[in-house]
């Protein structure tokens, strides 16, 4: 097993600036809205009781993302061989998709699309942020290369190293065939401190697939929220800290920008796609060929 190293100054730099990570993302980035308004978004207690669905999705999602699954998926469409497509194309095709993981929303993706971008452009945030809300979800595109929902959507956790408590629905990883891992099963696991979440293998969904679909066409801060925006419990409850270098420090602030726009746009009326689509359009074509591959 290949073990991933930092160097002692990549370390000492980064340990520094990672040191305070758990009190830091919250105080720094601390979202302006109320407790009271927080709490109405991904409540998993009240799914538990209310959808039935949600715990059933995050049983078979943890039971099955172990570090070999993600490996054989990063394999299969890291490839970008399955498809040619441009990026509004996509995002009416998923609009048939209805995430199972998801308790804030019955809605198809390209209304969440629209809203979160909608909502970083009411907020005045430059046209690669109001893009990448656009787009972020995009990947669930595996949905329809006939991928099931439980390596397609809902949050992301690393593997191959031990897995935090505050994972969404944790009980559940204890079924995955890595729990009990001689190697896996332990704090740093196949990883060094510090090395960088860009080393890391997250469980395998949306994220790191849309990732590698548009690595060509953007820049860093929008690659970085593409792909670990579902990394809940590192980006909001402040887990993992050991992982991130100073790169990461430096990008997680866009993430909890950017998630704002994801979370609390959920709430918003229904917007009219057939008026917002020339603006879309036109800045989809500003970052992106007509085609490019998936
Ligand atoms: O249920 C949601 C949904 O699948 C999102 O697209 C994902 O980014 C979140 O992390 C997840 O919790
Ligand atoms: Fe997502
Ligand atoms: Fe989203």
Redesign the pocket.
Known sequence: MRVITTTPHQLSEAVKVAEAWEGYIKTKYGTNKSDKETAAFRDYEAADEEQPLVAAFYKENHEKQTLEHVLQKKALYGQLNHAEMGIWEALELLNTLVDESDPDTQMSQIV?SLQ?AEAARKDGQPRWMILTALI??LGKYLFFLGEPQWTVVGDTFPVGCQFSKKIVYSKYLKANADYNDPVYSTKYGIYSPHCGLDQVHLSYGHDEYFYQVCKAYLPPQALYIIRHHSFYSCHTDGEYAWLLNAHDIEMMRWVKIFNQY?LYSKAEDEPNIISLKPYYKELIEEFFPDKIKW
């Open positions: 969440h979160s972020h979800d994801d």
